[in-house]
Every structure is written in structure tokens, then in C-alpha cells.
């Protein structure tokens, strides 16, 4: 691919993804698990409270009516289903201009704007937050609306109410996969142990994440507003060539690893896309690619860790070690890359991905017109 290899020069090591590799494979150096004690016996004297306080969050027992600090009256705990809440996340890019229709897009005009790529590592930096900021404004409103206690939630719970201020969750009983994401939406298989609903979960809200920056990236490019126009776009960006859908696949499966365990993902998909390649990319250039797909998973873990902190981060790994028997695939690891690129590097990578992109898009039409009824 032309160019590809030239971002080599750019190549920088990826120190955190390194270290927790390295945590990995010499476990006597840390040990993950917790030190558990029981508190079994005390249980049989402990009575449940059932209200609190909605200023403070402190716990009363039923008898109590009021909360003595804030002054004012308690409410009942509440049993939520997280499952059955629908959340309708949204994520808006505004501005004055907008596009209605794709023969508005591919204008020579918009061809040039995306090949003269006015993009920063500032403006990329701003989308992160944008996306930031709308995830946690839902999140928030999730919280309120349905009264619920956070702390309180299970670990999966907390991890599924997050993901549903990203993307709409359906959960499934049939099929091999264990969950999918198109269009907004992620379907999980309810069948399997709560860790991989976890580890699916992030994966697929990694895709989701990824597809939502390169909306942004082209709204960003055009100076438009973001519609399904656009969003069509950049999901054909990220599946119509080896390339991107190798950039795409990698960058899902180390958030996976970021989150949960390196050495436990599953690479079958990240596998099959390359191995239907026919001699289009060489070996470097799919080690740039997938070192394309670390600096992604970087930013993605960068907009996960506003709320999946590293007490979380912590329990979701007890969980999996709690579940899990298989043993890490070491030979899996052999698959990872552990550089990035420089800012440098990245912005000339996203140039790459757009603008090769754009142009095989507006010669799409039909494909693009079959992503948009799905929006
Ligand atoms: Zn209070
Ligand atoms: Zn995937």
C-alpha cells in the first residue's frame, strides 16, 4: 500500500501495553488475586437496609423516614433490571452546515477539503472529549432517572449500565457468537460466563467507539454536522478494505486486553481478515497496521477509563481469574505489536485511512445507501 510502509519511522514503544504483558507472563511479580476474607459469620446479624438517603447516598433501615444530615426524606432501594432499560445514547456534532444528501458529499470540493486534511492532533484530542462528555452526560441520566445505586450494582451491571450510555444492548440465547455490534447497537450472548460478557462487551463497544471517531474525524474534515450521511461513511471506511477492517479488529481486540487480560482475547476474527489477504499487504505492513490500531485503543481506553477506573479495571480481572480455567494463550501473544505512532505518525495514518476511504466510498454508492436505512 502506498505509503504505509513510510510510517515505520514514526514507531514508538507502547509502554503500558508492554508492562501489562510483561505482568502477564511473570505473574510472581504481582499477584492479581486479592486477598479475600469472610465474613460469613457476621452476615446471620445483618439486616438489609432498604432506603436511603438521595443527597448523601448513606443506607437506613426501614423505620427510618428522613436523613438526620441532609433533612430530607429517604427513598426506597429500588430493584433495577439494567437489562430492560432502554437508554437512546446520543452523540451529536454540530455545526451550521449540514449535508443532505451523498451527491452533496462527494463534491470536488469536499475531495479536496479531506485530501488537504486540516486535521490536528488538537482537534482529534477535542473529539475524544466530545465523545467523553456525551457518554458521561447519558450515563449520568441513566443513574438519576432510574434511581439507582451504584455502588450497589453487581460488576456487570455497573459495566452493562456504562455501555448503555454508549450503545443500545439486546442480549441473544442462540448462535456460535458471543456478541456482535452494527449500527449502534450490541447484541451479547447471555449464555456465557459473566467475565466474556465483560470481554465482549468492551470489544464491541471498542468497534462502536472507533466508528464513532471517524464520524467525527470526516465531520471534523467537511466542517459539517454529523447525520447518517456521514456516519454511513465512515462504517463503510472501517469494513471496505483489509486494511481498515485489520485497523478496526486489532484496536477491539487490545482494548479487550486493556481491560481483562492479555492472552485471553479471542483473535478469530483479527486471524480471518488476514488471512483472506492475497499478498495486498507484506508483513511490516501489517505490523503497522496493527500499531495504527494500538494508538486507537489507546484513545478508546483513554474515553472507557472516565468511568472503568482502576478499581474496576482491578475487579473485572478478579472476575475473569475467578472464571476463567483455561490457560493464557502465550502463543495468542505473539500476536501482539507493543509500538504506536508518534502524533506525527497517527495523523498521517488517519490521512491514509480517509482519504483512500473517501474516494472508494463515493464510488459506493449502493453500499452506502443500504448503511444509511439501518441508522
Ligand atoms: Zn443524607
Ligand atoms: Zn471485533
Not at 135 to 151: A, G, K
Not at 279 to 304: P, W
Request: glycine share 2%.
Amino acid at each position: 500500500m502506498i505509503g504505509l510502509e513510510t510510517l515505520s519511522k514514526y514507531s514508538t514503544p507502547d509502554v503500558e501495553k508492554q508492562r501489562m504483558i510483561d505482568d502477564l507472563l511473570h505473574p510472581q511479580l504481582h499477584s492479581l488475586v486479592k486477598s479475600q476474607y469472610d465474613f460469613c459469620e457476621s452476615k446471620a446479624y445483618y439486616i438489609e437496609p432498604t432506603k436511603y438517603c438521595p443527597k448523601c447516598l448513606r443506607k437506613y433501615h426501614e423505620e427510618e423516614n428522613f436523613c438526620p444530615e441532609c433533612l430530607v426524606s429517604l427513598k426506597h432501594i429500588k430493584d433495577v433490571d439494567i437489562k430492560l432499560i432502554k437508554s437512546d445514547p446520543q452523540f451529536k456534532f454540530i455545526k451550521s452546515n449540514e449535508f443532505n444528501s451523498f451527491e452533496e458529499i462527494f463534491t470536488q470540493e469536499n475531495k479536496n477539503r479531506i485530501d488537504e486534511f486540516d486535521f490536528s492532533t488538537k482537534d482529534y484530542n477535542r473529539i475524544l472529549r466530545n465523545i467523553k462528555k456525551s457518554s458521561i452526560t447519558t450515563f449520568d441520566n441513566l443513574i438519576r432517572s432510574n434511581e439507582i445505586l451504584l455502588d450497589d450494582l453487581k460488576l456487570f451491571d455497573k459495566i452493562l449500565l456504562y455501555a448503555k450510555s454508549f450503545v443500545e444492548v439486546d442480549f441473544k440465547s442462540y448462535g456460535q457468537e458471543l456478541g456482535y455490534f452494527s449500527f449502534n447497537r450490541i447484541t451479547l450472548d447471555d449464555r456465557q460466563t459473566v467475565s466474556l460478557q465483560i470481554t465482549t462487551l468492551i470489544h464491541e463497544l471498542a468497534h462502536f467507539i472507533l466508528k464513532e471517531i471517524m464520524t467525527e474525524i470526516l465531520c471534523t474534515l467537511l466542517d459539517c454536522s454529523k447525520n447518517s450521511l456521514i456516519e454511513s461513511i465512515a462504517v463503510f471506511i472501517l469494513s471496505y478494505s483489509p486494511f481498515t477492517q485489520l485497523i478496526d479488529e486489532y484496536s477491539a481486540h487490545n482494548c479487550e486486553g486493556r481491560f481483562t487480560l492479555y492472552g485471553y482475547q479471542d483473535y478469530s476474527s483479527f486471524i480471518q481478515i488476514e488471512k483472506s489477504l492475497d499478498g495486498e499487504m507484506t508483513a511490516d505492513e501489517i505490523e503497522i497496521t496493527k500499531s495504527i490500531g494500538n494508538n486507537f485503543s489507546v484513545s478508546i481506553k483513554d474515553i472507557l477509563e472516565s468511568y472503568i477506573d482502576w478499581d474496576l479495571r482491578s475487579d473485572i480481572k478478579d472476575q475473569f481469574l475467578k472464571d476463567v480455567i483455561d490457560e493464557p494463550n502465550y502463543e495468542m501473544l505473539a500476536l501482539e505489536n507493543c509500538n504506536k505512532l508518534t502524533d506525527i505518525g497517527f495523523l498521517k495514518a488517519i490521512w491514509l485511512i480517509v482519504s483512500e476511504g473517501f474516494s472508494a466510498a463515493s464510488q459506493n454508492r449502493d453500499k452506502l445507501e443500504m448503511y444509511e436505512t439501518n441508522f
